[in-house]
């Protein structure tokens, strides 16, 4: 388990970022997040949980000699696969087309609680980027974290979708909090109206409430960022939406109260309840 300086177990912040939809910019938004996180001075781990298909690497133009499938086969520990990004930025890469690990069995379920027991690095927040979707490595992953956060857009699909994620993982796994980032918004009265429709139909259909944590504008420095496998908090760091994944990394990274969910022997508790839950389905 973690560790300071001083050996006494370190708390951490774990934060699972999902999507009911892909194409929303959710690792974009995971790899931002993580380097405004580290410039306000957190040690930052990246787990790129959509397993069977890399993408944080990618994205920053890494090259990483090994994955997470080599831990999960038991060949190698967490600390010899993981890759220094961006501001050393921890990160832990997915394999790439490996579809056996788009759905984990108890088995490389345990292989990943044993990883993460054994690791012995300094981190105060553990970010967790799964898959698009509603899949059972999604679900895993999401309810093992202290919080989840959903990546919606003003696209109708995405927000169909981004209910759909919150109504299965509510419904299945009693899972009733729930913070909502509205990506590529043309303005805050548009992300609000976003957040609006889901919020109410959460309310209605689930009697739960949602966590409003903001939004990231429409920014054309976006895309090209991404064209150039650079982070846009680094490239265009003036632009509106750096400065606002600045002040979402403020709200996230707030620790949480210490009664709930804060360390990372507590995230592997919970994976390996969710290994139980799914077992018991």
Do not use: W
């Not at 984990?104 to 553990?126: K, N, T, Y």
């Not at 969910?261 to 507590?266: C, D, Y």
Request: negative net charge.
């Amino acid at each position: 388990m973690l560790n300071d300086d001083r050996g006494k177990s370190r708390q951490i912040k774990t934060i699972t970022v999902a999507s009911g939809k892909g194409g929303v910019g959710k690792t974009n938004m995971v790899a931002n997040l993580a380097i405004a996180m580290k410039k306000q001075g957190k040690e930052v781990m990246i787990f790129d949980a959509d397993l069977g298909l890399s993408n944080i690497d990618i994205l920053l133009q890494l090259t990483p000699k090994h994955n997470i499938e080599s831990v999960l086969k038991g060949e190698l520990t967490l600390d010899d696969v993981l890759v220094e990004g961006p501001y050393g930025i921890k990160i832990l890469p997915a394999s790439s087309g490996v579809q056996e690990l788009t759905a984990l069995d108890e088995f490389q379920r345990l292989r990943l609680i044993e990883a993460f027991e054994s690791f012995q690095g300094v981190v105060d927040v553990l970010l967790i980027d799964t898959a698009a979707g509603i899949s059972e490595n999604v679900a895993f992953f999401c309810i093992a974290a202290q919080e989840i956060v959903i990546i919606t857009t003003p696209e109708p699909t995405s927000l169909t979708d981004a209910y759909a994620l919150i109504k299965v993982l509510f419904t299945r796994y009693q899972e009733k909090q729930f913070r909502i980032l509205v990506n590529s918004a043309r303005s805050s009265k548009d992300a609000l109206e976003v957040f609006r429709k889901l919020s109410l139909a959460a309310e209605n259909f689930l009697n739960i409430s949602l966590d409003y944590i903001g939004y990231i504008p429409y920014d054309e420095s976006v895309p090209v960022s991404v064209r150039k496998q650079k982070a846009f908090i680094d490239l265009y760091p003036g632009c509106e939406a750096a400065k606002m994944v600045t002040e979402t990394a403020k709200k996230l990274s707030v620790r949480a109260n210490t009664d709930i969910k804060g360390s990372l022997q507590f995230f592997i508790g919970n994976l390996l309840s969710a290994s139980t839950v799914d077992a018991l389905e």
